[in-house]
């Protein structure tokens, strides 16, 4: 068993397994690592640093020697021989916590240099909607203001951004610290500023249901927002990664590498589509190696029909240490389905007249100077196929959910699909880099892209000297096979719906080529998986007679792929 935290007024140990440690409250202590780390960075790089007054420690026995200690599993500070606690936490919640141009400010995120205006506007989106979700965690202006970029293709981009005046990690130590005792409090109650989630059992009982800490792991979850990782889900949920935690010392080194760069590494739409991006820059930083890659822990916030008033937890995913196929697949998906910069086009005034020479992004805020309005369209189906590969399941197991169910698009609900049928290119070359585990996933989606382009062929002889119907029955043909396909129940149903299409179409290549590998994709076992690969074809069939999207009342001007 471990030993007993030591807290004494000359210093204070935090051990990684001390009694009660949970995920959360060690990622709190690596984000306080981090935060020592920023410190230290600064004052190698200023060392003029150490000289100042609202310097946690200060004075330092010497610019090299912080009076902390991070070690593996534990982290130790040291408060001096006329030893002032109280001081020296002020400090270090001053550098810790800070505001800066209306938006949270947390060095121990950052490294070296922070990020950008734009995506420290999106952390503060993910964190109101987590940690500071409720109103009486932050002071948030009542007006919102826009936050434009410049997105690149002369492109901008508008945030509304509600500026921070305070928040309660700031107030923090009033609730550590006993001024009338001169020393720390005997227990803290935790709520969800310090660890989303934890609330009080039952109102009625409130002194028995309460959730109280010992000032040691208080402190640690007071840094959980800095170690662990907030982002927004299209302003209405949001993500909380907590990283697995086994090396302080070396969480303290890579952990700025988690914390997004850019305005589209900021567009996530799921928990393993969170935590996989994130993995995917710890791979990429070079500041660890592929097998010590950390787990993490991925918890979804959002509105429950039983709790509006607060965001509850609705999804939690653990993904395992370490990389592998299954990482190498979601970069695969990453790049080939990545965030997009939509940009709208000018609203004219009646028929005939001349445009409009501004035009409003979707966050209502103009772009002037000739520059295009645009926001960001991430993708439908990233997010399964992260789900999936978090799981180590199939990238497109699920696949016919999608082609079926609808989302919340302002006051109406729309099919998902129809923004599936902009990421055709990308499907198509998902299907061609994926990993597969038999030859015959590749195959089946080769011979449903036969069968419908024999098929297109077939009307288009049929409609010749007539477009208006020759695209009636493309868009007919369609919206045959994918309810044929999407409705299927049992194994039968889904067997014939596709005998019916190849049927339908004539003999193919892939078919009198590829029929032995076929076969086991439409055993009983598996014809789910077989269903939705299936879709998938259908899905991303790019031909020249392809169905276009539903709703062409928006420019995709680029992919940003890399």
């Known amino acids: ?148 970029y410049d997105a690149g293709e002369q492109t901008v981009i508008s945030l509304n951004l509600k500026p921070c005046s305070w928040f309660q990690h700031q107030r923090f130590l009033d609730r550590l610290w006993d001024d009338k005792k001169d020393s720390f409090y005997q227990s803290v109650e935790i709520a969800g500023p310090l660890n989303p989630g934890a609330v009080v059992r039952h109102v009625a009982f409130t002194s028995a249901t309460r959730i109280e800490e010992p000032p040691e792991n208080a402190l640690a979850l007071c840094f959980a927002m800095v170690g662990c990782l907030a982002l927004p889900i299209r302003h209405s949920a949001g993500i909380v990664l907590i990283p697995e935690i086994r090396d302080l010392a070396a969480f303290a080194r890579y952990r700025p590498a988690m914390t997004p760069r850019r305005a589209m590494d900021c567009l996530v739409a799921g928990a393993g589509d969170a935590a996989l991006q994130a993995q995917v820059r710890l791979r990429a930083s070079g500041l660890i190696d592929l097998a010590d890659l950390p787990g993490c822990h991925a918890i979804r916030f959002g509105t429950l029909p039983w709790s509006k008033q607060q965001k509850s937890r609705t999804d939690v995913l653990r993904i395992a240490p370490g990389g592998g196929r299954w990482l190498e697949d979601f970069e695969v ?3 080939e389905l990545a965030p997009r910069i939509v940009s709208l086009k000018p609203v004219t005034a009646g028929a005939g007249e001349k445009t409009k020479p501004e035009s409003r992004t979707k966050g209502g805020a103009r772009a002037g100077g000739g520059r295009a309005a645009a926001f960001w369209s991430d993708s439908a189906v990233r997010p399964l196929v992260a789900d999936n590969l ?32 902009r990421e055709k290119r ?126 062409d009342s928006q420019t995709d001007i680029t992919t940003n792929k890399e």
Request: glycine fraction near 10%; proline fraction near 9%; charge should be positive.
């Open 390 to 421: 978090a799981r180590r399941l199939p990238w497109y197991r699920g696949f016919s959910r999608l082609m079926t169910a609808t989302e919340d698009q302002g006051n109406q609900k729309k099919p998902i699909r129809d923004r599936i049928a």
């Open 1 to 148: 068993m471990a030993k007993p935290v030591k807290t004494t007024l000359a210093e204070l140990v935090l051990r990684l397994d001390a009694p009660g440690m949970t995920p959360i409250h060690r990622a709190g202590l690596g984000g306080l690592a981090s935060t020592l780390a920023s410190i230290g960075r600064a004052a190698r790089a200023r060392p003029s640093l150490v000289s100042a007054a609202d310097t946690p420690g200060h004075p330092w026995p010497n610019t090299s020697t912080p009076p902390w200690q991070v070690d593996a599993h534990q982290i130790t500070l040291r408060f001096g021989d006329r030893p002032n606690p109280r001081e020296f936490l002020r400090r270090l919640f001053a550098h810790s916590f800070q505001i800066r141009d209306g938006i949270i400010f947390l060095p121990g995120q950052y490294g070296p240099s922070p990020p950008p205006p734009e995506v420290r506007a999106f952390l503060q989106e993910g964190l109101t909607l987590t940690f500071l979700q409720h109103g009486k965690s932050r002071g948030l202006a009542k007006e919102s203001r826009p936050l434009e």
């Open 426 to 551: 990308g499907l198509n070359a998902m299907i061609k880099k994926m990993t597969t585990d038999q030859p015959g996933e590749a195959r089946l989606v080769e011979a449903v892209h036969a069968a419908l382009r024999c098929r297109y062929g077939q009307i288009a002889g049929e409609n010749r000297g007539n477009p208006i119907a020759m695209k009636r029955r493309f868009g007919a043909e369609y919206d045959r096979w994918r309810l044929a396909f999407a409705g299927a129940k049992t194994a039968d149903q889904f067997r014939g719906a596709l005998a019916d299409m190849f049927s339908r179409a004539g003999p193919t290549q892939v078919l009198q080529d590829s029929w032995q590998e076929l076969l086991p994709m439409l055993a009983e076992g598996g014809w789910q998986l077989s269903r939705d690969l299936a879709l998938v074809g259908l899905a991303s069939y790019a031909g020249a007679e392809a169905p276009p999207p539903a709703d």
């Open 333 to 335: 998906a990453l790049l």
